[in-house]
């Protein structure tokens, strides 16, 4: 039981380029999230999916669009990337709205 | 809407010693409530939640916390610290029917 997943663990872009970070849950969890995490501002949701086929926008959706492609897998993509785009990504999941499961992140640098 | 205040970004303390981690949030109408822990370049981790009952509840590592509905507040506490648990802690809260909210975090370093 591998819990959350996430790829890649580390990635650098240039500004402009695009790119799609992967995460994947074997918990048979209905929701999945998306959380970018910066220095002295926590976590910040950016898009969330409550269940297989519908997705909803969190607090920085901005630059960002997800694909919930089943049950098991769910999507961030950047289509062009910027700088203010550099941080820490975590991908989570929950059974049941409470609480949630976090994958080891991505960490992204957009020079 | 709902927010989360961690007063303290950073809480030093020497091993064995007791420590509190302070969060405060603004809503407490039908409030869950949460403690994760972050270790460096990992994910976080549940310590332990509050979703009803008893006010006092105890997690994992020796954690526990208070639900305080008049002060609105779900404090940390350990009486004895390990080094092991230099991390960062966040508190998180959510009403019933919305999403999660994260505080700022809180930094335990201990030192031997």
């Known amino acids: 039981n591998a819990g959350v997943t996430q790829t890649p663990k580390f990635q650098v872009l240039k500004t402009g380029q695009s790119m799609t970070l992967q995460c994947a849950q074997d918990?048979?969890?209905?929701?999945m999230y998306w959380y970018r995490q910066d220095p002295g501002m926590g976590l910040r949701l950016i898009y969330y999916?409550?269940?297989?086929?519908?997705?909803d926008k969190g607090e920085v959706p901005n630059g960002y669009n997800v694909s919930r492609l089943n049950k098991r897998e769910f999507s961030l993509r950047l289509e062009s990337a910027a700088p203010s785009q550099t941080s820490v990504y975590f991908c989570?999941?929950?059974?049941?709205?409470?609480?949630?499961?976090f994958g080891p992140g991505t960490r992204l640098t957009v020079t | 809407a709902q927010s989360v205040t961690q007063l303290d970004s950073q809480v030093p303390v020497f091993e064995e010693a007791p420590v509190e981690l302070r969060c405060n949030y603004s809503?407490?109408?039908?409030?869950?409530l949460f403690w994760y822990v972050q270790y460096p370049n990992q994910g976080l981790q549940l310590l332990l939640k509050?979703?009803?009952?008893?006010?006092l509840v105890k997690g994992i590592n020796g954690f526990e916390a208070e639900f305080n509905k008049s002060q609105t507040s779900f404090h940390l506490r350990k009486p004895s610290v390990h080094i092991s648990d230099t991390a960062e802690y966040f508190c998180?809260?959510?009403?019933?029917?919305?999403?999660?909210?994260f505080g700022t975090g809180t930094r335990l370093q201990v030192f031997p």
């Open positions: 998180a809260v959510r009403n019933r029917g919305d999403k999660l909210i």
């Open positions: 999916s409550a269940s297989e086929g519908t997705t």
């Open positions: 509050y979703l009803s009952g008893s006010t």
């Open positions: 918990m048979n969890h209905n929701s």
């Open positions: 809503s407490s109408v039908s409030v869950y």
């Open positions: 989570a999941s929950s059974p049941d709205n409470y609480e949630q499961y």
